[in-house]
DNA sequence: ATTACATGATAGTAATACTATTATATTTGC
DNA sequence: GCAAATATAATAGTATTACTATCATGTAAT
């Protein structure tokens, strides 16, 4: 398994880049120094500049692989969701039962993030912060349809629809498994902002609490519509 | 109603604001015209140099209010939750009946915004509009921690304490009360949003979208809980 | 050794998000 | 009705941002 994960590589859509940072050192440790700097400092106040004297680099040369910080952002969101894609797919590939498959994905998309050393320049846990924390900023835009048309928010997209059909094979007569799969996942990243900042408006305080909070919540609205 | 509505004034914490906007013809224009400026050209764009040229008006005059455009943006949505928060006092107020005021709750909370006359210079529809492509930026800052000691989201804290509360009063035993609350609050701004630019992440296609799903959704959710 | 390509250094630009100062209206108190 | 106080406007200035452009240098492949 660690051998397979360490030969995957995540599939970004290559309008986000001007250079694919996985082509080299430089673009390596671009993606690897901004994750813990927009973390650091917030994606407002991070530039290129100071991201180039962090990595012993020049501004001019990050330009090389990201025409702006946006697209950046893009590139670094896009990854993350096609990380949890992939785990996703895999945790749940091989469950039969779609409730279980369901409650499997939940979870997998409600949970902390763990680490995972199959990247080793990518750190994980820092980069669902920073999703947590500027993800929304990546789409609420003026150029987002634009954006969209170009296919900058495929993966997440293809996300939520997995879920979505998820939700479908549980409950066919549901009316709403796209807006339920889409709830779920921005309501995720939500809850763990507001344990971290609003605390008195969550209950999810423990570990596990988005994810007792989401299961209960996904599987009540089914019950009613449950197949077989 | 309509006179009640006139004399009412909507209390805005005094930090936000360094004079009130609403204590001349100046500060009133400010509002008016930067709700449809910001909606135009979205946030980022948004400067009050180009504020000033379209209301007649000069940068200083219009730092004089505010000390910046992101507590122009905080006065704005603030403004927004306590009018959003009146309607729904106003609305549910008189309603005995548990299930029937969180249900009136949800239904004001999530539906499209409708024009109110009582306030003049602003433009509530619109104001809606900014507030779902706007609102998160407001709280997803390395301030927040700071600027939420000061009260700065005391409105929208309220309020969703507001349904916290009508939660509990339907459904005591359940675990959930504030994620809920803070889930339709946020859900609904977001299904809004997936509506106009990702309609394939939303089932709410119709008017009462929304509505309907939050309803089922909240309703479903405390169902094995209900009082009574 | 030559060429190609990646990276680095430097300079420059228009705009942003302000602050500071001074000038001119307008309102208010007497 | 006039002076004083206050509100608004005009102008200038600053550090920073988010780039673009050009040229120099280092390094890797043929």
Known sequence: MEQLLHSVK??????????????????????????LMINEIGFESFTFKKLGVKIGSNESSIYRYFESKHKLLLYLTSWYWGWLEYQLVFSTNSIGDPIEKLGKAIEIVTRSTVEDSAFTHINEVILNKIVINEYSKSYLT?????????????????MVNRIGDMIHNVAPHYAFP???????????LHQHFLKDHFSSLTDCHEKGGPTQYFTELVFSALKPELHG
């Open 10 to 35: 995540i599939g970004i859509n290559e309008k986000i880049f001007v250079k694919d940072p996985e082509s080299s050192n430089l673009g390596k440790r671009i993606i690897e120094e901004s994750i």
């Open 142 to 158: 003026k150029e987002v349809d634009m954006e969209n048309k170009e296919g900058y928010f495929g993966i997440y997209k293809r």
């Open 178 to 188: 796209a807006s339920l799969a889409s709830t779920v996942l921005e309501g995720s």
